[in-house]
Each structure stands twice: as C-alpha cells, then as structure tokens.
C-alpha cells in the first residue's frame, strides 16, 4: 500500500462531456504527477503540481487540466471528452525537498471509458 | 531524457530466478535507475532503485555495471504472483517526468 488514492475507481462518460479525478498523495508527500495509461501502453505524462502550481507539462492539449489543494491533494479535469481519451488515469505522488525529488509512488487509477 | 530498451516479454517456470535486463546507452550522471512492476488495472509498484553497483531489498536486487548503460533486475524463486509487466526507467530520482516505455511482460508457468 503506498497511502495514495483515488477517485472514482472507474468511471464512464460520453463524448464531449467534463470530468474530474481526484487524488490523495501520500502522506508527507507535497507532489503529484498524473499519467494517462492507454491499453497495453506504458503510462505517459500529463502534469506535475508542486506547491499548487503546475510543474511541467507532457504533450496533452490544454483541455487536460488540473489543481493541487493546500493538503496537496489533487483533480485531473478533462474537458470535451473524446473516445480516445479512454484509459487508466494514474496519479503518483512525491516528495521535492531542498531541489531533490524522491521517488513517484503511484495510485491505484481511475478507468475512464468514453462513449 | 535517456530512452530505454527492455525485452517485451519473458516467460518463466515458478521457482526460477528470472532476470530482466534494461539498456539506457544515453544515461545522464545524475540518472537513478528505477523498476516498477504493474498488475493489470493497478498503478504501477515500486520496486528496486539503484544508481551504481548493486542494491537489494526484500524483493528484488538491481546490478548496474560501472559503465551505468544497462542495469538488471533480478526476482529471486519467482511465483505465478510474479506475472506482471515490469518497467525500467532512467530519471533524476522522480524529479523530471517518468518515461514509461512498453515494458517487459513476465509470465510466471507452473
């Protein structure tokens, strides 16, 4: 058990709709990094948030956006969805401390199907 | 960021040591190495990190050459449990993003 969760365990919506995924990071933990997994894919960078601020971008167009609340929880938010956005949505949490990260350790996911 | 190349898949009879070895030609100083290990519908597990020689846990041990462009990991008395995908990566310790590629698929037989 790594101590982060998320939220909703699956979820399915249709296309063009909005959506939001949460994630607890793990205690003591004051980042977190999102990750979209497509089936038989290795997961792929979405975004960091450290400090509530974003801290580094994957290639996702800006209709995948997200927040880091002062408990350093976070959403994922995804607006106009597409069939492609269909996968496992992953979130990991870190520490950053003194200019060193240590290592991500992740969530269970959230499976988001698109209809 | 260092790109790595690991074989796709591997099988295994349970209660063999199973070794899994990653090249990344291109790993900058300041690169970890870093295995993960993934069930289906799960987020990624950590396993082993490793910057140079050897380092051991509960679970696995990682060997890295002096050179750093390759490392190996290695599952002791692997069980049917053991089946999963497994990923190496190179990063600055979690600092810059994780670069997932496809990963090796172990299949643990009886």
């Known amino acids: 058990e790594t101590g982060v969760t998320q939220s909703p365990t699956h979820l399915i919506k249709t296309r063009g709709q909005q959506v939001t995924l949460r994630c607890s990071s793990q205690s003591g933990h004051n980042t977190v990094s999102w990750y979209q997994q497509a089936l038989g894919q290795g997961p792929q960078f979405i975004f960091q948030y450290y400090r509530e601020e974003e801290n580094g971008r994957g290639n996702f167009p800006p209709r995948f956006s997200g927040l880091q609340f002062p408990n350093y929880s976070s959403e994922l938010n995804v607006n106009a969805l597409e069939l492609d956005d269909s996968a496992l949505y992953l979130c990991?949490?870190?520490?950053?401390?003194?200019?060193?990260?240590?290592?991500?350790?992740f969530g269970p996911g959230t499976r988001l199907t698109v209809l | 960021l260092a790109k790595t190349t690991q074989p796709i898949s591997m099988d295994s009879y349970e209660g063999q040591e199973v070794n899994i070895t990653c090249s990344h030609n291109n790993i900058a100083t300041n690169d970890y190495i870093t295995w993960y290990q993934q069930f289906p519908s799960q987020g990624p597990r950590f396993i082993i990190q490793?910057?140079?020689t050897k380092v051991t846990n509960e679970v696995a041990s990682l060997f890295i050459p002096a050179d750093r462009k390759s490392s190996t990991l290695s599952l002791p008395r692997v069980s049917l449990s053991d089946t999963a995908v497994y990923y190496c990566l190179v990063a600055l310790s979690g600092n810059t993003p994780l670069v997932f590629g496809k990963g090796t698929r172990l299949s643990v037989i009886a």
């Open positions: 990991a949490s870190s520490l950053i401390d003194q200019g060193r990260t240590d290592t991500q350790y």
């Open positions: 490793g910057y140079k």
